[in-house]
């Protein structure tokens, strides 16, 4: 259970808590498997090689190096089937807490108990299934896989037909891995980016049932945001929800369709209903009109001196201060049990 939502930042903050640690989950097991490589290759090493230059000869007898070389494989290739269902489930969960994180603000927001029911899980599969089957997650990791298998054989084989010692064909191996988990890592943080943005796209439809929707485009905070993503920053999308690039267009993160838009975004888009940034703290009036005036013009005034749309707000949240006001409120805690 995340801790109490306050405004769409805090809905973001948890959302890519989330995404990196189903990156860090990838990155351990692709680590392990390192790990149990590298002690399989010095068990060989201290039976079987009796100099750095008889190295490949003596493990190439009776097929030991083949052997393992296989068994290497085999074992790569059920953990990125592990993989597949960790990030799996990741989105899953990236889509249901952004789902319900999102409709809590909204109806606190709102005052309003208009329903939100959570779709199915098979709408939610189905939502998450990529329609480009080349860019599915089990065809994407397993090139990923190949390209690992591949890098590891060559770079044991090339290794001992240089004569060198084992310390040096680590060396390759963890290089060789470190390429791999960077790119499952890539893999999870898109596949979450994805997940986290169809949610979004799923809720906002909702909410226009009740209220007049706004979208907004936000770059990240820091100085590694693509050129065209920083270009974006601060875009609202078009009556029909798309925002536009040179042509391209999206509803959100990731759903570009276009790799270099797509892979590795940390972007997010925010909504505005009815004209205002929505906000809920007990005793605090986030819908006057005079708080939110201050608030927008203190995020342009941000944003003058250069800062994106997300540091903005957040500047701006902690300096703008909504009037005191006696009303219901219901904590995130509270709002799940009940639905």
């Given at each position: 259970?995340?801790?109490?939502i306050?405004?769409?930042?805090?809905?973001?903050?948890r959302?890519?808590?989330?995404?990196?640690?189903?990156?860090?989950?990838?990155?351990?097991l692709?680590?392990?498997?390192?790990?149990?490589?590298?002690?399989m290759?010095?068990?060989?090493?201290?039976k079987?090689?009796?100099?750095?230059e008889?190295?490949?000869?003596?493990?190439?007898?009776?097929?030991?190096?083949?052997?393992?070389?296989?068994?290497?494989a085999?074992?790569?290739?059920?953990?990125y089937?592990?993989?597949?269902?960790?990030?799996?489930?990741?989105?899953?969960?990236?889509y249901?807490?952004?789902?319900?994180?999102?409709?809590?603000?909204?109806q606190?927001y709102?005052?309003?108990?208009?329903?939100?029911?959570?779709?199915?899980?098979?709408?939610?599969a189905?939502?998450?299934?990529?329609?480009?089957?080349?860019l599915?997650?089990?065809?994407?990791?397993?090139?990923?896989?190949?390209e690992?298998?591949?890098?590891?054989?060559i770079?044991?084989?090339q290794?001992?037909?240089?004569?060198?010692?084992y310390?040096?064909?680590?060396?390759?191996?963890?290089?060789?891995?470190?390429?791999?988990q960077n790119?499952a890592?890539?893999?999870?943080?898109?596949?979450?980016?994805?997940?986290?943005?169809i949610?979004?796209?799923?809720?906002?439809?909702?909410?226009?049932?009740?209220?007049?929707?706004?979208?907004?485009?936000?770059?990240?905070l820091?100085?590694?945001?693509?050129?065209?993503h920083?270009?974006l920053?601060?875009?609202?999308?078009?009556?029909?929800?798309?925002?536009?690039f040179?042509?391209?267009?999206?509803?959100?993160?990731?759903?570009w369709?276009?790799?270099?838009?797509?892979?590795?975004?940390?972007?997010?888009?925010?909504?505005?209903?009815?004209?205002?940034?929505?906000?809920?703290?007990?005793?605090?009036d986030y819908?006057?009109?005079?708080y939110?005036?201050?608030?927008k013009?203190?995020?342009?005034?941000?944003?003058?001196?250069?800062?994106?749309?997300?540091?903005?707000?957040?500047?701006?949240?902690?300096?703008i201060?909504?009037?005191?006001?006696?009303m219901?409120?219901m904590?995130?805690?509270?709002?799940?049990?009940?639905?």
């Open positions: 259970m995340p801790k109490q306050h405004n769409q930042l805090d809905i973001i903050k959302l890519d808590e989330l995404i990196a640690q189903s990156e860090r989950e990838v990155d351990e692709l680590g392990k498997r390192l790990k149990e490589i590298l002690a290759l010095s068990n060989m090493y201290s079987f090689v009796e100099s750095d008889s190295s490949y000869t003596d493990l190439n007898k009776y097929n030991r190096l083949a052997k393992e070389l296989e068994r290497i085999q074992q790569l290739n059920e953990d089937k592990q993989i597949v269902k960790q990030i799996e489930i990741s989105q899953q969960r990236i249901v807490e952004q789902y319900l994180m999102a409709a809590y603000l909204f606190v709102q005052g309003t108990e208009d329903g939100f029911t959570l779709p199915s899980e098979d709408v939610i189905a939502a998450l299934a990529n329609p480009i089957e080349l599915r997650l089990p065809k994407v990791l397993e090139v990923h896989r190949n690992t298998i591949r890098k590891i054989q770079e044991i084989s290794s001992l037909l240089a004569g060198e010692g310390f040096k064909m680590a060396k390759r191996l963890e290089n060789a891995i470190g390429i791999s790119k890592r890539t893999v999870a943080r898109t596949e979450g980016a994805r997940a986290m943005s949610a979004d796209e799923a809720v906002t439809e909702e909410m226009r049932k009740y209220a007049d929707i706004e979208c907004v485009w936000l770059s990240t820091d100085t590694r945001t693509r050129h065209e920083r270009k920053d601060g875009q609202k999308a078009d009556s029909d929800g798309y925002f536009h040179k042509g391209m267009k999206a509803k959100g993160p990731t759903m369709g276009v790799a270099k838009m797509d892979i590795n975004c940390r972007c997010v888009k925010i909504k505005l209903i009815d004209g205002q940034l929505p906000a809920v703290r007990r005793g605090r819908k006057d009109e005079g939110q005036k201050r608030l013009a203190q995020i342009l005034a941000y944003m003058d001196k250069g800062m994106t749309y997300a540091a903005a707000y957040m500047e701006a949240d902690k300096r201060t909504p009037p005191n006001k006696v219901p409120f904590k995130y805690e509270e709002w799940f049990n009940k639905i």
